[in-house]
């Protein structure tokens, strides 16, 4: 049964900085898509980040210049690290893994499907981040 279990949460300072983990087991890891969704208190999930088997990322345009994901196959293990955190990252992050086969791209929105929560099969229960001002 896959398995996604994240790490790293926690409280940080305006300006600080935490690296979210998410470990995956029981699945073909370097198979996947993995990407990052948050979501706060009273607030829709959005998406954060995506990292491709090949190390293509996305980002959504709130957390660019400050977020980056990346992944290590041979642990199974996708990152996040968070620079420069805001208030607004206040919220409960998750991890999930996706297949994605071509094409790349929504044909209604051509937006990449890596960033579209219903692309995703397997989600982690989450790891809170509260960043205070």
């Known amino acids: 049964q896959p398995q996604l279990v994240e790490f790293g949460g926690g409280l940080v300072q305006a300006g600080g900085s935490l690296r979210l983990s998410c470990a995956a087991s029981?699945?073909?890891?370097?198979?996947?898509?993995m990407g990052w969704f948050r979501q706060a208190p009273g607030k829709k999930r959005e998406f954060v980040s995506a990292?491709?088997?090949?190390?293509?990322?996305y980002y959504a345009d709130s957390v660019k210049g400050r977020l980056t994901a990346s992944r290590d196959n041979a642990k199974k293990t996708v990152y996040l690290q968070m620079n420069s955190l805001k208030p607004e990252d206040t919220a409960v992050y998750h991890c999930?893994?996706?297949?994605?086969?071509?094409?790349?791209?929504?044909?209604?929105?051509?937006?990449?499907?890596?960033?579209?929560?219903?692309?995703?099969?397997?989600w982690g229960q989450g790891t809170q981040v509260t960043v205070s001002s």
């Open positions: 990292i491709t088997s090949g190390g293509t990322t």
């Open positions: 999930a893994a996706a297949i994605i086969f071509s094409p790349q791209y929504d044909a209604t929105t051509n937006q990449p499907r890596a960033m579209m929560a219903k692309e995703y099969r397997y």
């Open positions: 029981g699945l073909t890891f370097s198979n996947y898509v």
